[in-house]
T-cell receptor
Framework: SAVISQKPSRDICQRGTSLTIQCQVD?????MFWYRQQPGQSLTLIAT?????????ESGFVIDKFPISRPNLTFSTLTVSNMSPEDSSIYLC????????????FGQGTRLTVV | GENVEQHPSTLSVQEGDSAVIKCTYS??????FPWYKQELGKRPQLIID?????GEKKDQRIAVTLNKTAKHFSLHITETQPEDSAVYFC????????????FGSGTRLQVQP
């Protein structure tokens, strides 16, 4: 199993500002995923973060809005840039299980409110 | 890409009754199908999963069935209890390569005592 520490757990931000969310994993992982969960909705994949290469973004998400860093195999950050109230969501990082273990593990999430 | 549809969106049952949630997927490359339970304010927690080489899997009161030909899978909860009340998400992914999960829209289960 993997233990993921995500922070901050919540924040209230002014529109037009940026917030950087951090995820630290207790083991080395090739891929990390960032999801968004809008209020009362399901989880939607934002991007896949691979160490040593550019993140791969899903349709509807762009690097300028959600820049991602992946400096090593245990850490990643997601920045939500130039925020608007529509960005108010829970953001979660996730890693797949290793080897034959396919279970995905999630950070505790960051509850972002933009005012 | 993969598309996962989930029904119903809400489900209310009496304590002790059974609950069934159904999902369909579109991508034949998907072969891993987990179910997550999410309580209010918490991260999703895996409750059961199944791979495409298995038709059914059971863990105490929870079971999952998979029909790969029809591309649908279902979660069955028997003898429901009030603590089963939560939002349940199905998901699908390949079990190799990128392995990102595509989630269904979620089912809010309410178990009435």
């Amino acid at each position: 199993s993997a233990v993921i520490s995500q922070k901050p757990s919540r924040d209230i931000c002014q529109r037009g500002t940026s917030l950087t969310i951090q995820c630290q994993v207790d083991s080395q992982v090739t891929m990390m995923f960032w999801y968004r969960q809008q209020p009362g909705q399901s989880l939607t994949l934002i991007a896949t973060a691979n160490q040593g290469s550019e993140a791969t973004y899903e349709s509807g998400f762009v690097i300028d809005k959600f820049p991602i860093s992946r400096p090593n195999l245990t850490f990643s950050t997601l920045t939500v840039s130039n925020m608007s109230p529509e960005d108010s969501s829970i953001y979660l990082c996730s890693v797949p299980g290793g080897g034959s273990n396919t279970e995905a593990f999630f950070g505790q999430g960051t509850r972002l409110t933009v005012v | 890409g993969e598309n996962v549809e989930q029904h119903p969106s809400t489900l209310s049952v009496q304590e002790g009754d059974s609950a069934v949630i159904k999902c369909t997927y579109s991508d034949s490359a998907s072969n891993y199908f987990p179910w997550y339970k999410q309580e209010l304010g918490k991260r999703p927690q895996l409750i059961i999963d199944i791979r495409s080489n298995v038709g059914e899997k059971k863990d105490q009161r929870i079971a999952v069935t998979l029909n790969k030909t029809a591309k649908h899978f279902s979660l069955h909860i028997t003898e429901t209890q009030p603590e089963d009340s939560a939002v349940y998400f199905c998901a699908a992914s390949p079990d190799t390569g990128r392995r990102a999960l595509t989630f269904g829209s979620g089912t809010r289960l309410q178990v009435q005592p």
